[in-house]
């Protein structure tokens, strides 16, 4: 069973990077033709799709994020990253990440808070 | 970029009873669409995809319909675990998936 856990920072001042980290268990994050996802959540919000990486290094970004957002991978270290610069209030959400299968987000990890202020 | 209008906002049903969900959208995405439920302080849980297919362990009470532009996510015979926010989201639009804003359900 794969399960993934994201990891980083809770509190980002504005103007900043935010940086998070997802650890995938269960499987190797090379395994399978899979994309790795990241999606957020405002809170009381609905759910906003960030980006996607393949193991192979290619990505794709929400146009209303893609000069900000980098999304990296470490097959090694079976993790996958998020950047997201210039942080505003606006970016203060529950960030999920997420098995991609080009289709559905099939497993997720529980999230993690990040709040950005001063 | 394709917008999710999802109907109602929320929508009160007592235990027992069938709830109908709606899903808009604003141009055809055939049947490249799922169906996700989230309870309070949980990840969201893939329900349904391709419109229709149940994912695995999902129970038989979850059927989803439509293609093209409106789609339906109906719970037969609701118990108390299905009370949640259910999102629609479309793949149609690859690489860009965009979701529904989401109907509540809840507990008439």
Partial sequence: QV??????PGLV???QT????CTVS????????YYWSWIRQPAGKGLEWIGRIYTSG??????SLKSRVTISVDTSKNQFSLKLSSVTAADTAVYYCARDSGVILDYWGQGTLVTVSS | EIVMTQSPATLSVSPGERATLSCRASQS???NLAWYQQKPGQAPRLLIYGASTRATGIPA???GSGSGTEFTLTISS?????FAVYYCQQYNNWPLYTFGQGTKLEIK
């Fill in chain 1, 13 to 15: 001042k504005p103007s």
């Fill in chain 2, 61 to 63: 009470r979850f059927s």
């Fill in chain 1, 18 to 21: 935010l940086s998070l980290t």
């Fill in chain 2, 78 to 82: 609701l118990q108390s675990e299905d």
């Fill in chain 1, 26 to 33: 269960g499987g190797s994050i090379s395994s399978g033709s």
């Fill in chain 1, 3 to 8: 399960q993934l856990q994201e990891s980083g």
């Fill in chain 1, 58 to 63: 290619s990505t794709n970004y929400n146009p």
């Fill in chain 2, 29 to 31: 995405v055939s049947s």
